[in-house]
């Protein structure tokens, strides 16, 4: 009984998986017409048809670039410059490596055309500039080279720049740092003093020791200025010397070095008037 039954269930199994597979047969066959195998041999091994490939991308082809625009021929002054100094590089070079006579005198016979060349570029440019006053760097506020020209313009620039030093004595001051044991702060301190009355500045003494001197007896102990100054002038640790002469302007709070030891009053001058008139040229840039 028990075996009849499993036959049964064997078969019906069977049945169902025979129409599972048929009906997918025929689900298959909707879309594509059924073809004997034999038939089919050259579209691959029996059953299994070769895929289809995809046609291959054609390479792209690089667009075609802009022929560039002959450029203009040297002029032939520039071809000649161009050999010279090559023939020149090239001669002193093989001499160097082989110093005979033949290759000495190549060397020589190309360095003589060089000199010559620049001799006579040199004459033709002063000639040119004797009769254009526009390129003449001394009518042009340059420093002359004859004697009796240098005295005059260095004479004009000395009332100038005195004049000026004059009208920034209403405005600034002088900070001057010594010491009393320094003996350039004691050659120095008369030529400050002298510089003061003559031009009217104020000066602001400071004593890093706490000790006066001759010109200046009342001077300030310092109180951390000097330390102030050093940080502001980024000064690396122990740089700073005495003297140290600065221009100052109260009303802005500027502190401008003129310089560290012994100076002249002309240097003073100079130095004041310079450190001005680059510091109104940084302020007009801005």
């Not at 579209?43 to 046609?55: E, I, N, Q, R, V």
């Not at 030093?165 to 010594?178: D, E, K, P, S």
């Not at 005495?242 to 003073?268: N, Q």
Request: aromatic fraction near 8%.
């Amino acid at each position: 009984m028990l075996k009849a039954v499993r036959q049964k269930f064997l078969l019906l199994a069977l049945t169902v998986c025979a129409s599972s597979v048929l009906a997918q047969a025929q689900q298959e066959t909707q879309t594509e017409p059924q073809v004997h195998a034999i038939e089919r041999g050259q579209d691959g091994w029996f059953w299994y048809k070769d895929p289809k490939l995809a046609p291959k991308a054609k390479p792209a082809t690089a667009a075609p670039t802009p022929e560039e625009p002959a450029s203009a021929p040297k002029h032939p002054a520039l071809v000649r410059m161009e050999a010279l100094q090559k023939e020149l590089n090239d001669s002193i070079q093989i001499a160097i490596m082989e110093p005979t006579e033949e290759n000495m005198k190549h060397f020589l016979a190309v360095w003589y055309e060089v000199r010559k060349k620049s001799s006579d570029f040199a004459d033709i440019g002063r000639t040119i500039a004797w009769a254009n006053p526009q390129f003449s760097a001394t009518l042009n506020g340059g420093r002359p080279t004859s004697p009796i020209a240098t005295r005059i313009h260095d004479q004009e620039r000395a009332s100038l720049a005195e004049q000026r030093i004059r009208g920034l004595a209403q405005t600034h001051g002088i900070f001057f740092v010594f010491r009393s044991d320094c003996k350039y702060c004691h050659e120095f301190a008369p030529i400050l003093r002298e510089f003061q009355q003559k031009y009217g500045f104020k000066v602001l003494a400071i004593s890093l020791d706490g000790q006066g001197i001759p010109e200046y007896p009342d001077a300030r102990p310092d109180n951390g200025m000097v330390a102030r100054v050093i940080k502001d002038m980024k000064l690396p640790p122990g740089e700073f010397r005495t003297p140290f002469t600065a221009l100052v302007r109260p009303a802005m709070r500027e502190l401008m070095p003129i310089g560290f030891g012994l100076m002249s009053g002309t240097e003073l001058v100079e130095r004041i008037d310079k450190v001005v008139e680059i510091r109104d040229t940084q302020v007009a840039k801005k």
